[in-house]
């Protein structure tokens, strides 16, 4: 989800031909990271490590960071879109980073002990949180969507 979610703004954020390596540059970058997060996960030898999972996956979740700046701080080029919204994007990843907190330190269920066994632990609570995240980002794609279809590239200098 978090190599999907991102793949819409940086596509559509670096789509003039000047920019498209910048694109490139950021796709591969996350898609290392949630490899590396998948590793974790699909090892046997680490599933039982919840805090490793936790940290793979905030790190895979804010590798984003980076392209997500370059497209916030650079709107004044003529090659990148002026309008382009942080604030899903950044909302998007404190929700996941409170749902992550929340699994990887076993909240509520280790503190109240037989109080959350059916609803309410931190696993449900975990993918709440990466639901309302993943709506955010939903609305950021397709407001990158709609915001290029109106977006055009000036014409190529030589």
């Given at each position: ?120 632990q931190s696993h449900t609570l975990f993918h709440v949180s990466i639901l309302i995240a993943a709506g955010l980002h939903f609305y950021g794609s397709l407001d990158c ?14």
């Open positions: 989800m978090i190599a999907g979610s991102i793949t819409p703004p940086f596509f559509y954020g670096f789509i003039c031909p000047e920019k498209v390596m910048w694109k490139w540059i950021w796709v591969t970058q996350v898609y290392l990271c949630c490899a590396f997060a998948l590793v974790t996960v699909m090892v046997p030898s680490l599933k039982g490590l919840r805090w490793l999972n936790a940290v793979a996956w905030l790190l895979a979740g804010y590798s984003v960071s980076p392209g997500i700046i370059h497209l916030g701080s650079y709107p004044d080029t003529p090659h990148m879109r002026s309008d382009f919204q942080v604030w899903p994007w950044l909302s998007g990843g404190i929700i996941y980073l409170v749902g992550a907190v929340l699994y990887a330190t076993g909240f509520p269920e280790r503190y109240f002990k037989k109080t959350f066994d059916i609803y309410g969507y709609w915001s290029a279809l109106e977006f055009t590239c000036p014409p190529k200098l030589n």
